[in-house]
C-alpha cells in the first residue's frame, strides 16, 4: 500500500541552488506537502525504500548539455531526525508509457540527518560531469539505512513543488514498487498523480556549468551547516 500524501505546516528551508547554467528548476514554489516514499525492507542487508521519481524537461538550451551540478529535496514527515543517505537515479524518458527507460547514472550521498517534520533542498556541484541530459528525462530518489528502523526509513520522502521556474515537469510520477532496483534501467513500477491537488512535481533542479565551492560540495539544510556532501558513482545492477 502506497503511503499517503502529508501536509506540512512549515516553511521549507532552502539550500544555494546549485552553481552554474540551470537548466531546469523548481525549488521555489513549495506547495506545502511531501510525500512518503515507503516500502522499506531488507535489500543486501541494508533497508532500502521504494524509489519515488519525477519527469524533467530541460530548456532546449540543455538539451545534450553535460549536467554538473543538482539540488534535491528531502521531507522527513516523522517525528524524530532521522539519519539516512539519499541515492539519486537518472534514467531517459524511453520506458513504458514515456516512464523511466535507460539508465543514465546513479549517486549515493554519505549518510545526511534530517531533522523532524522539515523540508530541506541539498545542492551538490562535483565539478564533474554527473550525466549527459536528453531533452526528457527522470531522476529517482531512493534511501537506504543500516542503523534506521524500517519505521524511521519510511517517514522519509520527497517535497512537492510546483510549478518549476525554468524547465517543465508533467503532473505525473513514478512510484518504484520493487525496493532495490534504483540502479537498473526499466525499474518495476507505476505511473501516477495526485489528482492535481497538488500538482506531482518535486524539488529538484539541474545546471550545465559549475563554478566550485572552496570545499567539495557545502550542504546548508533546516538552517544546520554540515559537512561537505560527498557521493559515489554506482555502478549499474548495484
Do not use: C
Amino acid at each position: 500500500m502506497r503511503p499517503f500524501l502529508t501536509y506540512l505546516p512549515i516553511s521549507f528551508l532552502l539550500a544555494a541552488s546549485a552553481h552554474g547554467t540551470v537548466i531546469y528548476s523548481d525549488i521555489t514554489n513549495f506547495s506545502g506537502f511531501g510525500f512518503q516514499n515507503g516500502g522499506a525492507t531488507t535489500v543486501n542487508g541494508a533497508l532500502v525504500t521504494d524509489t519515488v521519481a519525477d519527469d524533467i524537461s530541460v530548456i532546449p538550451a540543455g538539451v545534450g548539455a553535460a549536467v554538473t551540478g543538482l539540488t534535491f529535496s528531502v521531507a522527513n514527515l516523522g517525528t524524530a531526525s532521522v539519519t539516512a543517505q539519499v541515492i539519486l537515479t537518472f534514467w531517459d524518458a524511453n520506458g513504458a508509457s514515456g516512464g523511466p527507460g535507460t539508465e543514465l547514472g546513479a549517486l549515493e550521498f554519505n549518510a545526511i540527518a534530517f531533522p523532524s517534520g522539515e523540508v530541506g533542498t541539498f545542492s551538490y556541484d562535483p565539478g564533474t560531469t554527473i550525466f549527459t541530459a536528453p531533452s526528457e528525462f527522470w531522476v529517482g530518489e531512493t534511501f537506504t539505512s543500516t542503523t534506521d528502523t524500517a519505521g524511521q526509513l519510511n517517514d522519509l520522502g520527497l517535497g512537492l513543488f510546483a510549478p518549476p521556474t525554468v524547465g517543465t515537469s508533467t503532473d505525473s510520477f513514478f512510484a518504484g514498487t520493487t525496493p532495490g532496483q534504483f540502479n537498473t534501467s526499466n525499474p518495476a513500477g507505476t505511473l501516477s498523480n495526485f489528482g492535481g491537488n497538488p500538482v506531482a512535481d518535486f524539488g529538484f533542479a539541474f545546471s550545465d556549468t559549475d563554478t566550485p565551492e572552496p570545499a567539495s560540495a557545502l550542504l546548508v539544510a533546516a538552517g544546520i551547516a554540515l559537512a561537505a556532501l560527498f557521493a559515489k558513482r554506482l555502478a549499474p545492477g548495484r
